[in-house]
Nanobody
Framework: QVQLVESGGGLVQPGGSLRLSCAAS????????MRWYRQAPGKEREQVAR???????NYRDSVKGRFTISRDNAKNMVYLQMNSLKPEDTAVYYC???????????????WGQGTQVTVSS
């Protein structure tokens, strides 16, 4: 059984920084792409950033230059460093990953439970 658990959310003032972490645990043979999504109240969930197993990254336009996604393959972790935060970044942030739980399994999409990020003065 695979679990993704996010941490690091909280309340921060505009212009501040937060670092989100996501730990994948359980039966894991390999992890392909890892992603961060967010969902603000009354809005659809949107992809914020993704990183492939080889380290290729891309970001939605609104966070480019402010957010950085990274991963530690040895620890099955993915991170999101968020700088220069704005009130419009307020949302629940979710970790997502394509995980192969054992040798001859297909990659399956897994989600964390989310962590709240609130940007407010």
């Amino acid at each position: 059984q695979v679990q993704l658990v996010e941490s690091g959310g909280g309340l921060v003032q505009p212009g501040g920084s937060l670092r989100l972490s996501c730990a994948a645990s359980g039966s894991i043979f390999s992890i392909n792409t890892m992603r961060w999504y967010r969902q603000a109240p009354g809005k659809e969930r949107e992809q914020v950033a993704r990183i492939t197993s080889g380290g290729y990254t891309n970001y939605r336009d609104s966070v480019k230059g402010r957010f950085t996604i990274s991963r530690d393959n040895a620890k099955n972790m993915v991170y999101l460093q968020m700088n220069s935060l704005k009130p419009e970044d307020t949302a629940v942030y979710y970790c997502n990953a394509d995980i192969r739980p054992y040798y001859n399994a297909a990659y399956t999409d897994y989600w964390g439970q989310g962590t709240q990020v609130t940007v407010s003065s």
